[in-house]
Antibody, heavy 119, light 107 residues
Framework: QVQLQQSGPGLLKPSQTLSLTCAISGDSVSSNSAAWNWIRQSPSRGLEWLGRTYYRSEWHSDYATSVKSRIIINPDTSRNQFSLQLNSVTPEDTAVYYC?????????WGQGTLVTVSS | DIQMTQSPSSLSASVGDRVTITCRASQTISNYLNWYHQKPGRAPKLLLFAASSLQGGVPSRFSGSGSGTDFTLTISGLQPEDSATYYCQQFYTAPLTFGGGTKVEIK
C-alpha cells in the first residue's frame, strides 16, 4: 500500500516561492518503474499536470509548458520523498496541489494541499 | 502540447442508462489514454489504463475503447454512485495532459 504525505505552506504572497514536499511510504522514489508527479486543480484551469521526476538508470524530469520557466521537481533519496518548487507565484497559481505516483496511470494521490496566493 | 477534448461537458441520465463519454486527442496517441473519475472533495481515481484495461476493484459496467485520436468511456447501467466528474488523460508524450472533464449527474 503506497501512501503519499504532503507538507508545505498553504498561503503565499505574489512573487514568493511555492515549496511542497511529498513523503513516500510503500515504494521508493528511486523505483525503476514509477514516476513521481505534481498535479494541481483549480476551477479555472481544471486538472493540470505540472511535472514529474523519475529514475531509469539516471534521473529525468519533465515539466508542463505553462510553468516550465519557473518549476523544479527534485527527488530526495535520503528521505524517500520528492519536492515541488514553483517560483514567482501569482494569484493564478491558487489551486489544490497533489503529489501523485504514476504506475501505469495516476494510481496513488496525496491528500492535496490548498495553496492560496493573495496579497 | 497534445490537447484533449471531452464531450459532452455535462450530462444527466437515469439509473440503469447506458452513458457514453468521448475524448479526442489533437494528434494520434495510440492507446496511451487513461480514464479517471472524481467525486467532490476527493482526488481523482483511476478507472481504466491504456484505453481499455479496467483497474482492479472497478466495476465491470465501466469500459473503454478507442485508439489513435478518438476514445470512448462507457458506463453500462448507470448507478447512483457513478455521479462524478470524468476525465481522460494522455500519456503518449510529455507534457501529460487532461481533458476538461465531463460531469455526470443522476436524474
Amino acid at each position: 500500500q503506497v501512501q503519499l504525505q504532503q507538507s508545505g505552506p498553504g498561503l503565499l504572497k505574489p512573487s514568493q516561492t511555492l515549496s511542497l514536499t511529498c513523503a513516500i511510504s510503500g515504494d521508493s522514489v528511486s523505483s525503476n518503474s514509477a514516476a513521481w508527479n505534481w498535479i494541481r486543480q483549480s476551477p479555472s484551469r481544471g486538472l493540470e499536470w505540472l511535472g514529474r521526476t523519475y529514475y531509469r538508470s539516471e534521473w529525468h524530469s519533465d515539466y508542463a509548458t505553462s510553468v516550465k520557466s519557473r518549476i523544479i521537481i527534485n527527488p530526495d533519496t535520503s528521505r524517500n520523498q520528492f519536492s515541488l518548487q514553483l517560483n514567482s507565484v501569482t494569484p493564478e497559481d491558487t489551486a489544490v496541489y497533489y503529489c501523485v505516483r504514476d504506475m501505469n496511470g495516476f494510481r496513488d494521490w496525496g491528500q492535496g494541499t490548498l495553496v492560496t496566493v493573495s496579497s | 502540447d497534445i490537447q484533449m477534448t471531452q464531450s459532452p461537458s455535462s450530462l444527466s441520465a437515469s439509473v440503469g442508462d447506458r452513458v457514453t463519454i468521448t475524448c479526442r486527442a489533437s494528434q494520434t496517441i495510440s492507446n496511451y489514454l487513461n480514464w479517471y473519475h472524481q467525486k467532490p472533495g476527493r482526488a481523482p481515481k483511476l478507472l481504466l489504463f491504456a484505453a481499455s484495461s479496467l483497474q482492479g476493484g472497478v466495476p465491470s459496467r465501466f469500459s473503454g475503447s478507442g485508439s489513435g485520436t478518438d476514445f470512448t468511456l462507457t458506463i453500462s447501467g448507470l448507478q447512483p454512485e457513478d455521479s462524478a466528474t470524468y476525465y481522460c488523460q494522455q500519456f503518449y508524450t510529455a507534457p501529460l495532459t487532461f481533458g476538461g472533464g465531463t460531469k455526470v449527474e443522476i436524474k
